[in-house]
């Protein structure tokens, strides 16, 4: 993505050549014969089955207005029919998929991805289900089209992937005879299923496009570095919102479950979740109980287990591990060529215990690399750690069982961080079933500020 895109009269040329290619001027439905593919959506006017976010759509237009180069756009992907465009339940101005049309056929999308103050465009003909979809959307009659919503997980040809929204068509193409006289309907059933997140997509070209070699070209206000995204809307900074975007997901609450049902083993478990929904299995580390918590640039979610025996928080490695992601990605994105760049406030670090959840966030714009501590310095915050934390341990006289006093163990946790490893724009939260707890250290006590639901 890197390039300027720059539209001129586009309602009757685009009209023009699309309508010139289509093979049957019979699917066109009327609404789409008197409006044009390109001009910007009026409020009402989206043909889409469901309620979406038409203020993103119109917005997002409007950044394609500007920048775009149509002739290179339509010659290399084709007519994209915004009036079509989905955002998938989301409603924060942060995505959308159109399909895009070329001799009568829907040959793939666009996607369009907002981080804050930039869009990101993304085109894709590599998911056929998509295509499918938006075939039966556009070129069906409406009355024989009934539409839903179902949550689960779809297959790709890089695996399965799990996701929080599926929109599902059930399309009506006869009927036969029942023994009783009644009539059933031939039924064929089209599903798309988008894992929406607010992070970089993948780079793809969108204008500034050498002219000889049909290449990304460099540079300007778009490409790798996105477009300027008209008046974006402040829930941007609240990592509240962020992170219930992240937690409230499918594919989060399924490997939370798993991992649930893993805290009575006698080893730790895992999962990384990258910036497109797929999710891998941590490795464990040969000859140990731990899990290997390798990072990438399209890692936003990483989670594990401690079993039961473990303190159920965050220990003083956890801590360092998140301090070197975060170090790690200001670097990554200080280097110019290093692509997309790594939104720091969209990582998540969550921990899964018999006692309850927790995940660590970051709210800044750069924080200080702890230093490399050496084995003794590591036993001696080893040994603090534990000092502070059993003050919130109690064993049973009678089974030797451990009870720990959660809000107890809570506060400790967040002395010891404040005093020993204090790490700045990092935030803690407790995470359930009914949303998020942020808990900070006030006066030397714990405060717990629930987040909206």
């Known amino acids: 993505m890197k390039k300027n895109l720059t539209p001129r009269l586009l309602l009757i040329a685009s009209m023009l050549v699309l309508f010139s290619c289509r093979n049957d001027e019979d699917l066109i439905s009327p609404v789409e014969k008197e409006t044009s593919q390109n001009a910007l959506l009026k409020e009402g006017s989206s043909l889409s089955l469901w309620k979406e976010d038409e203020t993103y759509i119109r917005k997002v237009q ?64 590599k998911d056929p289900d998509a295509n499918d979809f938006f075939q039966t959307l556009v070129f069906t009659e409406r009355d024989k089209i009934s539409a839903s919503v179902a949550e689960g997980k779809y297959t790709s040809k890089s695996g399965t992937i799990s996701t929080p929204i599926c929109r599902k068509f059930i399309l009506t193409v006869g009927y036969v005879d029942g023994a009783g006289g009644e009539q059933y309907p031939i039924q064929e059933t089209k599903t798309i299923c988008k894992f929406v997140e607010t992070a970089l997509p993948d780079s793809d070209c969108l204008g500034d496009v050498d002219p000889i070699t049909g290449e990304c070209g460099g540079g300007g206000t778009g490409g ?65 109980q731990q899990v290997d918590m390798k990072v990438f640039s399209n890692t936003v979610i990483l989670m594990h287990s401690h079993y039961d025996g473990l303190y159920p928080i965050f220990s003083p490695g956890d801590i360092i591990f998140f301090n070197q992601w975060i170090v790690w990605a200001q670097n990554w994105n200080a280097i110019a060529t290093n692509t997309p760049k790594i939104p720091l406030n969209n990582l998540t670090f969550t921990l899964v215990t018999s006692n309850g959840n927790y995940s660590f966030t970051f709210d800044g714009t750069s924080t200080n690399a702890f230093p490399n501590y050496t084995q003794q310095q590591m036993d001696d915050l080893n040994d603090k750690y534990i000092k502070l934390l059993s003050k919130a341990k109690t064993i049973t006289n009678v089974s030797g069982e451990v009870i720990f006093n959660m809000e107890k163990l809570e506060e400790e946790f967040l002395k010891f961080m404040d005093k020993e490893m204090n790490m700045i724009g990092i935030k803690l939260y407790k995470t359930t079933d009914t949303g998020n707890s942020e808990l900070k250290l006030v006066n030397g006590n714990r405060e717990k500020n629930d987040c909206p639901q």
Not at 267 to 284: D, H, M, T, V
């Open 224 to 288: 790798a570095g996105g477009y300027n995204y008209p008046d974006p809307p402040d829930t941007d900074e609240d990592p509240c919102e962020k992170l219930k975007a992240q937690t409230s997901n499918f594919i989060f609450k399924e490997n939370v479950t798993t991992l649930e049902g893993k805290t009575g083993e006698s080893y730790e478990s895992g999962f990384r979740i990258s910036n497109l929904g797929q999710s891998q299995l941590l490795q464990n580390k040969p000859g140990s």
């Open 62 to 125: 409007e950044v394609y207005a500007q920048y775009a180069d149509e002739n290179y756009i339509f010659s290399t992907h084709g007519t994209i029919l915004w009036e079509y465009a989905m955002t998938m339940d989301t409603f924060n101005e942060n995505y959308l998929i159109a399909p895009v049309v070329k001799d009568g056929k829907v040959i793939k999308t666009l996607e369009v991805f907002r981080v804050k103050g930039k869009v990101y465009f993304q085109f894709s003909d």
